[in-house]
């Protein structure tokens, strides 16, 4: 069967509004991400008891699993009014990074790479992010999570 689908581009808005002292101080940005082959979109409870898996990274879609190389977008979104979640971008067997999501914030990734030092030093090359997994704070909380890829 062929597939029905049709490539679309997607487009993201972030907007910041605020007045200090009268003066407007907000703004608007968008960016258009063209053909979108894929989108998946999930609210799921993460526990604070153990960290879970959320989002592979590797060269084959499947559950859960998008290629590395066709990502252009991740919105992890802690939907909690009280809790903050810890995000963790995990190279297998390799470096980590550790991203403090505040309740009610929002973490955005375009690209599945990164790098990770255990002391300052100067820049040498990017890792690709394996998985992404979360763990909650003090209780239990709900996410959302984003992912679009071409």
Known sequence: MASTITA???????????????????????????NVAEADRRVMTVSSSDEMDLIELNTENGQGKFVRTSLRYIRITNLDNTNHLRVRFKKSGAETVDVKVSAGATFLLSTGDFEAKVAAGAFSTYEEIDVISAQADTADVDIEYVVFAV
Do not use: W
């Open 8 to 34: 679309a581009d997607a487009t993201i808005t972030i907007q910041e509004s605020i007045s200090l002292g009268g003066v407007d101080r907000g703004g608007t940005h968008t960016r258009t991400i063209s």
